[in-house]
């Protein structure tokens, strides 16, 4: 069973930085998408940013130009760079991993925590 798992979470004043990367425990071989969701306490989980295989990326509109998605060269970690964080920034983020072959893997979500 394939886990992933997440790093790099943690408490940020706002307007600092940090840097998610998300681990799996298997080589996955035919990844379709990555990508990082988040939940903030009473709302639904959204969308962060999207990476296809083929390398294009989608953000999510209220992150869009401070985030920024991208892999190692081996397609072995995930990373979520997060910059000029805010405190509406604050949530679970959870990275997610779709193969060709349709299996769907979460990991269990590192907290970010963004204070005025």
């Known amino acids: 069973q394939v886990q992933l798992v997440e790093s790099g979470g943690g408490l940020v004043q706002s307007g600092g930085s940090l840097r998610l990367s998300c681990v799996s425990s298997e080589r996955i071989y035919t990844p379709y998408y990555m990508g990082w969701y988040r939940q903030a306490p009473g709302k639904e989980r959204e969308l962060v940013a999207l990476?296809?295989?083929?390398?294009?990326?989608r953000y999510g509109e209220s992150v869009r130009g401070r985030f920024s998605i991208s892999t190692d060269d081996a397609k072995t970690v995930l990373y979520l760079q997060l910059n000029s964080l805010k405190p509406e920034d604050t949530a679970v983020y959870y990275c997610?991993?779709?193969?060709?072959?349709?299996?769907?893997?979460w990991g269990q979500g590192t907290q970010v925590t963004v204070s005025p």
């Open positions: 997610n991993i779709e193969t060709t072959e349709g299996y769907n893997y």
């Open positions: 990476l296809s295989i083929r390398g294009h990326t």
